[in-house]
């Protein structure tokens, strides 16, 4: 099976069941990294982006403290800030994350992250 195979599969499991992230955690974040290497054609890099996506969506199903969720999501956002297609598409994760909070559903909170754009001078 090839690499967005294997990220595809391990994805609809957690889509589907939110607890089985613990078990799968490690080999999705692996092949991910992997699917996003320089080699990699667009079909990895968009199974990368669901796992990472599904990864959120079964943190914000059970979320291990008040500040997991907005930080999964804040590195999504730095990891896709110069790729405005992948980019867009966390905007409706991130409408979700908003509502959530709203509601009181969970937990708000404010992660101050650095700005990791290099500097020119």
Known sequence: MTVQGRLEALAARIEADPAALAELRADGDGLADDAEGAA?????RDAALRWRIAVVRAVIADPPDGDAVRELYGELVDRYRDQPVRLAALRP?????RRLEADGTLASSLVARSDRRPRRP
């Open 93 to 97: 994760l991130g409408d979700d994350i």
């Open 40 to 44: 990699s054609g667009d079909g990895d």
